[in-house]
């Protein structure tokens, strides 16, 4: 855990970097709701929750922001319903910062008979079969109904690989789908719109994505379409291609993006935003991350092993239970076990997030980097 959260709220949307170290740096977002720490990993609360966990234990945690999702939340509860309950906030009980990705990646993933054109895009909900469009200016008019404080352009995310020719037309239907979205958001003091930076795996269009989203001056910036398929270095290297042609004074974020080795060497690389489903996917499989790596719960070493996961561990859950009882939780379904290791991953995670933010603001980032990944390497099995 990371100590206090008591930080200062402002009337607008601003950024500040207050390091550097190499490419890498950490700073904070300030607006109305309050300050996000950067770099930042934000959990994933897809249909207003954060699962199996109590938005209390979340920013217990040291999160500073969550995310919440137009394509499940305009399916249910809907957005005017959310609404006239007084929007997303009050709803979920989480009165701190919320981004909102616009929904489309999930439009590309879950939907089905998804049809795209100029306009935007069709579909039928993968929950019950109703039809829905979702176009640039109705997905931010949902953002503007949930109330979130940052929101995302809508984009067309192809799968990867893809060929050069469909990764060119999907960047650029983004493109022209930024400014629709721009100009839906209009002027709204305290919040924020982000472009998402598209071009599959090929450089020039990511580098011409970047520079025409650059020149919309928006709030920040992200980079979307990775993490879907590609391996790391290529998913990196987009990376390295993008980030000299995003402006230095705004917020940079990697969406969905990823376990802790891809989000250590992505803030090696300038990103300052993360969120990502698998801390709490991966717990409710059984899964953990810790500083000595990925632990199953599910295998039967741990059947009879009184050892905490991470006797040092400030979360209760790491520290205050045997690996004995986690696995046998896991291995007989109980909810319970879900609940103790989203909270062992998501106290890691932010924990990790605070660990890089400390370096990079001591100028020994590449030191924590070395460290941490040498007890990733060593293990668990030494962890007695």
């Given amino acids: 855990m990371t100590g206090t959260l008591e930080m200062t709220a402002t009337a607008d949307f601003g950024f500040t970097v ?15 709701r309050g300050t996000i720490r950067t770099p930042a990993f934000m959990p994933v609360g897809t249909a207003a929750t954060v699962k199996a966990m109590y938005a209390d234990q979340v920013r217990e945690l040291g999160a500073d922001v969550v995310l919440g999702n137009v394509y499940h939340l305009m399916l249910r509860p809907g957005a005017e319903r959310v609404a006239r ?14 981004l909102t990705d616009s929904g489309g990646f999930q439009v590309m993933s879950l939907a089905k008979l998804r049809k795209l054109n100029e306009k935007g895009v069709t579909f039928r909900s993968h929950v019950d079969g109703s039809a829905h469009e979702l176009t640039p200016e109705r997905s931010i008019e949902i953002q503007g109904l949930l109330g979130s404080d940052i929101q995302m352009q809508l984009d067309e995310c192809v799968k990867l690989p893809c060929s050069d020719a469909e990764a060119e037309r999907a960047m650029e239907l ?39 989203l650059t020149a919309m001056d928006l709030k920040g910036y992200a980079v979307g379409g990775l993490a879907v398929g590609e391996p790391q270095d290529v998913m990196l290297r987009m990376i390295e291609v993008v980030e000299p042609h995003l402006p230095k004074e705004k917020p940079r974020y990697l969406m969905g993006v990823g376990t802790p080795d891809d989000i250590v060497e992505a803030v090696r690389r300038g990103i300052d935003m993360f969120d990502c489903v698998m801390p709490t996917r991966a717990g409710r499989h059984g899964q953990v991350f810790t500083r000595f790596g990925k632990i ?59 660990g890089l933010r400390s370096a990079i603001a001591a100028g020994r980032l590449d030191d924590f980097v070395a460290e941490t990944k040498e007890g990733w390497a060593r293990g668990d099995l030494e962890a007695v």
């Avoid at 958001?185 to 795996?201: D, H, L, N, S, T």
């Avoid at 209760?316 to 690996?323: C, E, L």
């Fill in 18 to 32: 207050h390091a550097t170290d190499g490419a890498a740096r950490t700073g904070a977002i300030t607006m109305p």
């Fill in 85 to 98: 309950l007084g929007g997303l906030h009050k709803m979920m009980g989480w009165p701190h910062p919320i």
């Fill in 174 to 212: 983004s493109l022209r789908w930024a400014e629709r979205c721009r100009i839906a958001f209009g002027e709204q003091p305290g919040r924020a719109m982000f472009g998402i930076v598209q071009g599959g795996a090929v450089e020039s269009l990511r580098e011409a994505s970047a520079k025409a």
């Fill in 296 to 354: 199953n719960l599910r295998n039967a070493r741990h059947a009879e092993d009184p050892r905490p996961l991470d006797e040092t561990s400030t979360c209760p859950a790491a520290r205050d239970y045997s690996r004995a009882y986690l696995h046998h939780l896991v291995k007989a379904g109980e909810i319970l076990g879900m609940m103790l290791l989203t909270w062992v991953n998501l106290a890691y995670y932010q924990d990790l997030m605070a």
